[in-house]
């Protein structure tokens, strides 16, 4: 859990001139670090992109998404241990709390 905040934490500020978020990326981020402090799986979180559980409301998802998409290439330069490690996180299957794969099992073949 320890890394997702930092990754989340050390992409936002560091375009351009800008010291600090705007006001819709604040939010954004504020959003994102809330449910990655209520994730069920803990320290066995996986990417949220692999997760069964996806605790982003619909539209809060899509805007991450996009932010990743304009963050995601410029982790490597900046940061290059964190986007490692986000890759590899990326391959590994969710683990951790078998109460939650069932209940994504028994939603997903519903």
Known sequence: RYHHRRTRDALPARDSERSSLCSDCAELHAYALRRVEACPFGSQKPV???????????????????????????MMRRHPYLALRHLLDRRR??????????????????
């Not at 997760?51 to 998404?65: D, G, I, K, L, N």
């Open 48 to 74: 949220c992109s692999r997760c069964p559980v996806h605790c982003y409301r619909p539209a809060m998802r899509e805007r991450v998404r996009r932010a990743m998409r304009y963050a995601g290439p410029r």
């Open 93 to 110: 299957p969710p683990a951790g709390n078998q109460r939650w794969r069932d209940m994504s099992r028994r939603l997903t073949h519903e």
